[in-house]
């Protein structure tokens, strides 16, 4: 369990602590990235892909574990088969059952361990769909203000135009008048 959110293959996305960022390669043969710095208007996708990738690989560690737990029981059987325990008044005694069950509620513990951060990483996953829907209803509101801002612009110059060649034609008929008053006189 050390392994997979902190020691040496690290998911640095769930707090690893590792300074490259990334995922690194693990025992079980992950194959790693590197995450580079993106534009502020790809975080919230790149999140959102960051978070499927770290539970993908959390998914695959998890059935590599289960794989290698499968392998160890099954030597440790045939070990028990080949050299069975004898206890101080000749009983033969095999401490696979007490093994096994100290290992099914390690792997119980373990297995709750691993659910409860598959939980956490769903409900993040969730939060992290809703901020980008917000973010998207955003987007669409600014959109559509900046549309409406643009029509009303557009409006405004052309009645300023339309003034401005209103008074340009008046102040043109009130200097012909002017002018054709002056001369008359």
Avoid at 4 to 19: H, K, N, T, V
Avoid at 130 to 159: G, P, T
Wanted: proline residues 2%; charged residues 25%.
């Amino acid at each position: 369990m050390q392994s997979l959110f902190g020691g040496g293959g690290e998911l640095g996305l769930l707090g690893g602590g590792g300074d490259s960022g990334g995922l690194k390669e693990d025992g079980c043969g992950s194959v790693a990235w590197r995450s580079s710095p993106l534009p502020h208007d790809e975080v919230y996708s790149t999140s959102h892909f960051a978070l499927i990738t770290a539970y993908q690989d959390i998914k695959t560690r998890l059935a590599c574990l289960e794989r290698e737990n499968t392998s160890i029981k099954r030597k440790l059987k045939i070990y028990e088969i080949k050299f069975p325990m004898i206890n101080e008044f000749g009983e033969d005694t095999n401490s696979y059952c007490s093994f096994e069950s100290k290992e099914t509620a390690m792997l119980h513990s373990e297995n709750g361990s691993l659910q409860q951060r598959v939980n956490a990483l769903t409900h993040e996953l969730q939060k992290r769909k809703e901020r980008e829907e917000q973010l998207e209803d955003v987007i669409k509101a600014y959109e559509k203000i900046h549309m409406e801002k643009n029509n009303l612009q557009r409006d405004l110059d052309k009645m300023v135009r339309g003034i401005i060649q209103f008074t340009a034609l008046h102040i043109h008929y009130f200097a012909v008048a002017f002018f054709v008053r002056h001369m008359a006189h």
